[in-house]
């Protein structure tokens, strides 16, 4: 995909999963189902919405983005800071937040040039590269994957 296409496709993403949280009751929202709320989530998107850009920055840099030193353990250490950080129990806030922090990174994204989207800075993560564009829609498929199992949770009665 170009750089455009790969900004609709996070755009999208983002819409789908605002739209899911848009309609949960905050005592849902607030609910752990597995290890997490859907509140969780949410600060876990916001952190990696920043975190993107930074790992952006570090690529174009020829450095491993730095979260990947959190890979073997599942990002778990990085995801809890962001749950720590974004703490707020408040529904709007946090979308708020996460709308802003959403924001922040597509407009750093669109001003990356095409020629630097795919391209091979030498990063190497198990063996393959590491693109800006591998990095964004990566991004985007966490936005899907929490949406579907946000929605998931609601409808299996967990929610």
Not at 2 to 17: I, P, W
Not at 61 to 79: L, S, T
Request: glycine share 6%; hydrophobic share 40%; proline share 6%.
């Amino acid at each position: 995909m170009t750089r455009e296409k790969d900004l609709q496709a996070l755009q999208s993403a983002f819409e789908t999963f605002t739209a899911c949280m848009s309609t949960l009751p905050i005592p849902v929202f607030l609910r752990p189902v597995t290890q997490w709320a859907p509140r969780d989530v949410v600060a876990h998107l916001i952190g990696w919405n920043r975190y993107t850009r930074t790992g952006c920055e570090q690529i174009r840099q020829g450095m491993i983005p730095f979260y990947f030193a959190d890979a073997a353990d599942d990002f778990r250490h990085v995801n809890a800071t962001s749950v720590q950080t974004y703490a707020s129990q408040e529904k709007p806030a946090l979308i708020e937040e996460l709308t802003a922090s959403f924001q922040e990174l597509r407009r750093f994204l669109s001003s990356i040039p095409p020629e630097a989207w795919k391209a091979d800075y030498g990063v190497r993560y198990q063996g393959g590269p590491v693109t800006i564009a591998n990095t964004v829609a990566a991004l985007s498929r966490d936005y899907l994957e929490h949406a579907k199992d946000i929605e998931s949770w609601v409808t299996s009665g967990n929610g």
